[in-house]
Every structure is written in structure tokens, then in C-alpha cells.
């Protein structure tokens, strides 16, 4: 089959609301799982390693300006628009498993620049503009992708700091009534345009308006977004409409009423807890509106976090999009841009520190020839194709948990005692013995064991009453704030207190391409996928490795001679026993199951449990033979 007819088969009319589901066409469920092409059509400051003097568009165009001159800096923008996101981008993201894009789209992309907020905003959008959007949109359709439509940056600004391209850090979308009427009438020219398209998605109405220094505006939101739905109905009635709280997201207080009989709400999340606590309030609005919520940007953080929060929404049967598919020199995207020599001096001209030769002497100690600029620029500009970049396959393993892939001990099952962990009746004995003994000490700040000080807890994932503690012994709250990609330090990292009984389940998947896959848990389609199919294991199976410890017997820090020789982690798959290994070390240590672990294609699911002792387990490695 080509890669059309297979695109176009995955396809089955258009994306709708259904109650709290998101279904296709066939009425079948959907889970959007995807990528976000951030910094294409906005280019974003630090996706290009840039100061505050180069944070958005508009300061980064004039700092190629000024260095090359504007024929060739316009030139410059012509090639980037045209090769940041190729085909080969979209096949990738294909064959990765996502299934779905979300395209931030600048207004001042689609104007050249032109800023008229007197004009009609049918006057200043460019043809070739759209044309570049209706290339990706083809590419989709080819693979099978689904696009959202992102209003990253609204005429005029609606957040008021650079992400949205705003001039003077004011959210002039809420000020002035010109901007709002331009984005009314954006959003008509963009549904007449693709209202027939069924790859698309939906549409992302506004991105992140009003962070909370600017809540004084909050009431001018809804009234926006139901003129821009009745614009946008006017003409099209087919696409899914997609709602932004306010304070980046984050604040849906906003949504005091259903505004459409085919919308979603969408909430961001970065830098913080990957548990179900800190979406709750997402899930009670789902239930109590009876409305499909979407996560639609979250990331910048590590591969672990990445196993942990994904993972989340998918249990939760939340639809979800990653931020970012690709930026330059980074470890925590699929696709690392590769820095060009000499790409600090450009940095350091827009910071201010830098300055041109042919200029008159000045303060600036750096000096930057126009020539050079124009070769830095240049290798940057044959390094934004895929093939030219730098693949971390880890970052999209993790995303999707996919094998090969670390998970963290404590990002078990999201389901409940029974489901995501289990607790036998000897374990929750033992751990009430346990609290009994300690709480004396833990008055006088005595520490219990190796973990916490008793009754404080970490901060992540309390309500679970799973005994999560730090590795490093120390106590307070856990650190989730890792924006450039770093790992955890040896003061990040936290286990699980396993007792005698007690068990943990993690999901991982196994190989499914073109966005198909069906969740064992979540149990919906993604991707138009066909539910629950099976096919054999993989020829050799997969291995896994756990790093775990013996632990404390009691409240007391002691080990009786038994345990160690009575220790064991026993291992079950897909609700079959799998192998034990035995724990006999205080110290931690990376323990191999014996034999080949025979995963399925698709989702499994992994049990771990304490056996004769308590053990602390760290994380579970499940590697390809």
C-alpha cells in the first residue's frame, strides 16, 4: 500500500467531541498522541540558544537584518520557513508512533511581517504563506498525521511576553479592539480555507493567553473566543474547537459554560509532579462539563520525566502533545539542530555584547564581520533538515514508552490500589508497625530508616500511601524542575519502600508504528488503530534489569540474616509469572532477570514484587535482546 492510501485509510472523517471522548468519523475513540513543531512558524529564543536581545521573531529578525542585510536576512527566511519542517520530519513522526501535530502558527509569519491592525486581516495574510502550511498539511495526509491548528501568536499578542512575538510585552489582543477584530477574522479565513480538510484536527484557538500578572483581563477571554467560534461555524462545522485556560494554561476558572457542542479543553504542564494530584482539577472538569481535555504542550524536562508524565495522561485517557519535535544543540528533543561554529558570537550580538565591524569603535569588545554572520547563518540553514540533525531516540522511547526504556520506580500504574499497586495484608501490618515505632523518633526529628523523616513524605504521589522515599536519605519535597534535559542528581532521585507483599505494575509498549496502538489500561484506539490486537513476541524476547537494594526489616535500621538470603523480586508479564531475582545487596545494585522477558506487540504489562524482605527498587531497565 503507498504511503497515501495508508494515510489516507487511517483517516475516518472528522475528529469530534463525544461526551468526554474524542472519536473519529466511525464514532471509534481516539487518543491524539503527538508532537508540537514549535519554533517553524514562531521561531522561539531559546530553541535557538539566544539571549533576551533574541527571545522572539521579531528581535531575531532584526538582529539578521542588521547583520546581513535586509535583502538577504528576507532571503534567509525564505529557506527556513522552507526547511525546518520537510517531509522527512513527518514521515518521522509517523513512523515514531505519534499521530498527530500541532503547527504554532505566528500572525506576523503569515503577513510577511506587516503589522496594519486598521487592515483586514484577508488583506495581509500572504498566499505563499498558507501555501507552506497547506504543504504540511499534505505531508500529514500522506502519513496520516493529524495537524492542530495553534494560534501561537495572535495579532497584537494575546500573553504579553515573547512567546506570543508581542512588541512591547502587552497582550494588545485584549486592548485593542483592532487585534481582536484581525483575529476574529483570521480565524474565518482559516476555517474556510481547511474546512473540508479531514487531517486536520482542529483548532487551537489561542495559545497561553493572560499569564496571571495580566489577570485583569481574564473576562475579555470568553467573549473572544465565542466571537471567534461563531466566526469560525459560520463556515465550518466540522472541526473540533480547542480552548486555552489562562496563566499559560494552567487556569481554567475561565470556563464557567460550554461554548460549543464540539469542543476540548486544553491545559499545559512543565517543571512539576507527573501524578494524578496535580491534574486533578483537569479530570474533575472533564466529568462535570462532559467535555474531552486535551494536555497540549508539555516537555522541556528529561527522559525520565518524560516516562512518568506521558504515561500519565494516557491512563487517564487524555490526549496529548509534546513540546518540542525539534531545536537546536538539545538533548531533550527528538531532533537536535547542530550548532554552527562561531553560533556564540551571533548570541552574543544579541545580547548587546557584540558589535559589527564596519561600525564605528564602540564599547563592545567583540567585533563581528558581516561575511562571518552570513556563513554562521548559512550553516545553520543546512543543518535544519532531519537528515542533518542529531536523532535522540531516547527522548520518543520515553515519550510513548517504548523498549528500549528506563522507567523510574515511582512512576507505577496511575489506576488505583488493585491496578497501578497492590498492598497485601502482611505489608500493611508491617508498615502500620512500622509508623507505631517510629513516630516517637520522628518527634525529635530522629530519622526513620533510610528514607524521609516518618510522616513528612516527599511531596509526590502521597495519597497512593505507596512508601516513596529519597535515595540520598535526605528529606523535603521532590524536584521535577529539570528544563534543560539534565538527569536527576543523586538528591532528585527517589524509590519505593517495597514491603514482603507489596507490588508496583508499569506499562510499556513494544514497536507499534504509524500511531497505532491500544493501551491495556486506557483500552481506546490511537491513530484509527483496530482494539487489543495481539501478535507474537519478538524473535529472542526482551531483558530486564532492575536496580534495587535490600531495605530496613522495621522502623529500625537492621537486617536479619534471613533477609538475605530470603529476598526476592518476583516479576510477572501480562498477568503471567515471569522469574524472580534475588536481592541480596544493601547497596544498590543492577539485577537481571533471568531468561528473555516475551513481551507482546503493543502494550504490556509488568508487575514487580517484593518477596521474603523489603527491598528498595529505583528502576526497571526493559532493553531488546
Known amino acids: 500500500m503507498s504511503n497515501e492510501a495508508r494515510g489516507a485509510s487511517a483517516v475516518r472523517g472528522f475528529i469530534r467531541a463525544d461526551g468526554t471522548r ?31 536581545g533574541g527571545d522572539r521573531p521579531r528581535r531575531i ?42 503547527v504554532p502558527i505566528n500572525w506576523r509569519f503569515l503577513t510577511g511581517g506587516a503589522e ?55 497582550p494588545d489582543l485584549f486592548l485593542d479592539e483592532r487585534y481582536r477584530r484581525q483575529t476574529v477574522e483570521l480565524w474565518r479565513l482559516l476555517a474556510e480555507r481547511y474546512k473540508d480538510e479531514r487531517i486536520v484536527a482542529g483548532y487551537d484557538l489561542l495559545n497561553e493567553p493572560l499569564p496571571d500578572w495580566f489577570a485583569e483581563y481574564n473576562d475579555r477571554v470568553m467573549p473572544l473566543y465565542q466571537d471567534i467560534v461563531r466566526a469560525i461555524r459560520a463556515v465550518d462545522n466540522n472541526h473540533l474547537i480547542i480552548l486555552e485556560g489562562v496563566h499559560w494554561a494552567t487556569d481554567w476558572s475561565i470556563f464557567t459554560e460550554t461554548i460549543d457542542g464540539n469542543m476540548m479543553l486544553q491545559f499545559h504542564k512543565y517543571w512539576n509532579n507527573p501524578d494524578t494530584a496535580s491534574i486533578r482539577t483537569y479530570l474533575e472538569f472533564r466529568e462535570a462539563k462532559q ?67 564596519e561600525e564605528a569603535p564602540g564599547e563592545r569588545g567583540i567585533k563581528l564581520e558581516a561575511a562571518e554572520a552570513e556563513r554562521i547563518l548559512q550553516m545553520y540553514l543546512d543543518s535544519l533538515p532531519l537528515e542533518r540533525c542529531d536523532y535522540r531516540p531516547d527522548v520518543a522511547r520515553a515519550l510513548l514508552r517504548r523498549v528500549p526504556v528506563r522507567i523510574p520506580a515511582i512512576f507505577y500504574g496511575c489506576g488505583g490500589e488493585g491496578i497501578g499497586y497492590g498492598r497485601g495484608a502482611a505489608a500493611a501490618a508491617e508498615a502500620a508497625e512500622e509508623a507505631e515505632v517510629a513516630a516517637p523518633g520522628a518527634e525529635e526529628g530522629v530519622e526513620a530508616g533510610e528514607g524521609v523523616v516518618e510522616g513528612e513524605g516527599v511531596g509526590f504521589r502521597a495519597e497512593d500511601g505507596v512508601d516513596i522515599r529519597f535515595v540520598s536519605g535526605r528529606s523535603g ?19 519505593v519502600r517495597l514491603h514482603p507483599g507489596e507490588w508496583l505494575s508499569y506499562g510499556v509498549e513494544v514497536g507499534v508504528g504509524a500511531g497505532a496502538r ?9 491513530g484509527g488503530a483496530v482494539a487489543a490486537e495481539r501478535v507474537p513476541h519478538m524473535e529472542g524476547g526482551c531483558s530486564l534489569k532492575l536496580c534495587a537494594r535490600l531495605e530496613p ?36 545494585s543492577e539485577l537481571a532477570l533471568p531468561g528473555a522477558l516475551p513481551l507482546v506487540r503493543g502494550d504490556n504489562r509488568i508487575v514487580i514484587r517484593s518477596e521474603g524482605a523489603p527491598i528498595g527498587l529505583k528502576w526497571l531497565l526493559v532493553q531488546a535482546d
Not at 32 to 45: A, I, K, M
Not at 119 to 127: M, T
Not at 134 to 148: H, L, S, T
Not at 553 to 578: F, K, M, P
Open 61 to 102: 529578525e532584526r538582529m539578521i537584518r542588521e547583520l546581513i542585510g535586509p535583502e538577504k536576512a528576507e532571503a534567509f527566511w525564505e529557506v527556513y520557513f522552507e526547511r525546518y519542517i520537510g517531509r522527512g520530519d513527518i514521515e518521522r513522526i509517523a513512523e515514531e508512533g505519534f499521530n498527530s501535530v500541532r
Open 116 to 170: 496594519s491592525p486598521d487592515a483586514a486581516a484577508a488583506e495581509l495574510v500572504r498566499a505563499d504563506r498558507l501555501r507552506l502550511i497547506d504543504r504540511a498539511i499534505g505531508w500529514c495526509r500522506e502519513f496520516g498525521v493529524y495537524v492542530i491548528l495553534d494560534l501561537h501568536g495572535a495579532p497584537g499578542g494575546q500573553t504579553g511576553t515573547n512567546i506570543d512575538d508581542s512588541e512591547r510585552d502587552r
Open 553 to 588: 526489616e522495621g522502623a529500625r535500621d537492621d537486617l536479619s540474616l534471613l533477609a538475605y538470603s530470603s529476598a526476592y523480586v518476583a516479576v510477572a508479564l501480562n498477568d503471567s509469572e515471569a522469574g524472580r531475582v534475588q536481592v541480596s545487596d544493601r547497596e544498590w
Open 22 to 52: 474524542l472519536v473519529d468519523g466511525d464514532g471509534e475513540e481516539i487518543l491524539l498522541r503527538g508532537v508540537g513543531l514549535g519554533s517553524w512558524l514562531l521561531p522561539e529564543g531559546y530553541m535557538w540558544r539566544m539571549p533576551d
Open 477 to 495: 519535597t521532590a524536584n521535577f524542575r529539570h528544563m534543560g534535559g539534565e538527569p536527576w542528581s543523586e538528591e532528585d532521585w527517589l524509590y
Open 518 to 526: 491500544v493501551g491495556a489500561e486506557v483500552g481506546v484506539a490511537v
Open 291 to 357: 467535555v474531552p481535555i486535551f494536555m497540549g504542550e508539555g516537555g522541556e524536562n528529561n527522559p525520565d520525566w518524560y516516562a512518568g508524565a506521558f504515561r500519565l495522561f494516557e491512563e487517564h485517557r487524555i490526549s496529548w502533545n509534546f513540546w518540542t519535535w525539534k531545536k537546536l544543540d538539545t538533548s531533550n528533543s527528538p531532533c537536535s539542530i547542530r550548532k554552527p561554529a562561531g553560533w556564540e558570537r551571533l548570541a552574543a550580538y544579541a545580547a548587546g555584547l557584540a558589535e559589527l565591524k
